[in-house]
């Protein structure tokens, strides 16, 4: 199965259990296919901690996609199945991510440099039509993005309340 296979096949499950696919890796490990999922509450907005995911809401998805693998992919000779947040530095793909996090800094990984260089920071101000903005006039199509994520310093992730 390929990774647009797997994609086909728990994007509905999720949204029906109320999560969103954020990222999919596919390896190997001990001769066993890994299945690494990444999920998020569907229809979550802002940058609230406390709506998180939670070590129940991997258990629960953990079971619910491990048994649609085992009904609908029986051919998978034995896998191994990782369902777990986000995390703090989490990618964003979709433009409906990049707007959510809007305001929020990125470390943002192109496929080929510019000006020397394959790695920017900044602040998201906007995505729109395949196009990411950041402060700074930086302008960027996401087809030449190699990775984006959310970019925290050590003083934004410590600071005091």
């Known amino acids: 199965m390929t990774r647009n296979d797997f994609e086909s096949l728990f994007l509905p499950v999720l949204e029906n259990a109320g999560y969103d696919l954020v990222d999919l890796k596919l390896s190997s490990q001990n001769r ?5 999922i990444f999920i998020d509450h569907a229809g979550a907005s802002g940058t609230d901690a ?9 258990e629960k998805v953990s079971s619910i996609l491990g048994e649609c693998l085992d009904r ?6 034995g896998y191994l199945l990782e369902v777990s947040s986000p995390g703090i530095d ?3 793909k979709k433009e409906k991510d990049f707007n959510r996090f809007a305001g929020s800094q990125v470390k943002v990984k192109l496929k080929q440099p510019v000006e020397g260089t394959k790695i920017f920071y900044g602040e998201i101000v906007k995505c729109e039509d ?10 960027f199509r996401l087809s030449d993005t190699a990775e984006v994520r959310l970019h ?3 003083e934004d992730i410590f600071k005091k309340k």
């Open 90 to 92: 989490r990618i964003l």
């Open 130 to 139: 395949g196009v990411l903005y950041l402060t700074g006039n930086q302008i």
């Open 72 to 77: 609908e992919a029986p051919e998978l000779d």
């Open 152 to 154: 925290y310093s050590e």
């Open 32 to 36: 066993k296919m890994l299945i690494q």
């Open 50 to 58: 406390n709506s998180g995911i939670t070590f129940d809401d991997c």
